[in-house]
């Protein structure tokens, strides 16, 4: 499977700032995707990261907030915006390979607001 | 209603014994199955996927699904310590473009 490297891994930040976060992949990758965990829940889609187009955003999430790039068929950023303490949680990129394959995951940001 | 459930545990194993972890989702039209395995502080790792009914192996693990019923399960044989983990459920409901689901998480220990 692909190697997803994502930036940073762990990261505290003051409350009102945003935070960009990376997930690079060392092959093509059909689709991206970024998940939010909370503390002690299971995972959540925020989006679909398009190439060259405007994420697919889940209910409950706007580009305002989250806003999402993706350039090419490798790299994908997700953007926390205005960050507030219900912000903390671990954000995970994910990518199919192949349409008919298993999504895998990034290691993970892991996101503190003070 | 929640799409895809899970018993969130905890389920406790001895060493040695098999782990029986179920999950039911609502979607019929659901497409592909999944069971991730997350350690704590780690980032979600896929264990199994199937997509027709029936069984399908893979060492010691085994998943199950049945389509009719909705549900689909993960055994675990001959359970061992480093088996202690969050197993999570996921289902692509039908008609998305792949995106995952995920049920709350079963976590399973396993007592020496």
């Known amino acids: 499977s692909a190697v997803i490297s994502q930036k940073p891994s762990r990261d505290i930040c003051q409350r009102g700032t945003s935070l960009t976060i990376q997930c690079q992949v060392d092959?093509?990758?059909?689709?991206m995707f970024w998940y939010r965990q909370q503390p002690g829940q299971s995972l959540t889609l925020i989006a679909t990261?398009?190439?060259?187009?405007?994420?697919?955003?889940e209910s409950g999430f706007v580009i305002d907030k989250f806003p999402i790039s993706r350039p090419n068929l490798t790299f994908s950023t997700l953007t926390v915006s205005n960050m507030s303490p219900e912000d903390s949680s671990i954000y995970l990129c994910?990518?199919?390979?192949?349409?008919?394959?298993?999504?895998?995951f990034g290691d993970g940001t892991r996101l503190s607001i003070l | 209603q929640k799409e895809v459930e899970q018993n969130s545990g905890p389920l406790s194993v001895p060493e040695g014994a098999i782990a029986s972890l179920n999950c039911t989702y609502s979607?019929?039209?659901?497409?592909?199955f999944f069971w991730y395995r997350q350690y704590s502080g780690k980032s979600p790792e896929l264990i199994m996927f199937?997509?027709?009914?029936g069984d399908k192996e893979d060492g010691r693990f085994t998943a199950q699904l049945n389509k009719a019923s909705q549900y689909v399960s993960l055994l675990i044989r001959d359970s061992q310590p480093s088996d202690s983990a969050t197993y999570l459920c996921?289902?692509?409901?039908?008609?998305?473009?792949?995106?995952?689901?995920f049920g709350s998480g079963t976590q399973l220990t396993v007592l020496p």
């Open positions: 199937i997509y027709s009914n």
């Open positions: 994910s990518v199919l390979g192949q349409v008919n394959q298993p999504q895998h």
């Open positions: 990261a398009n190439q060259g187009s405007e994420a697919t955003y």
């Open positions: 996921a289902v692509t409901p039908g008609g998305s473009a792949r995106q995952l689901t």
């Open positions: 979607d019929r039209g659901s497409q592909s």
């Open positions: 092959s093509q990758v059909t689709m």
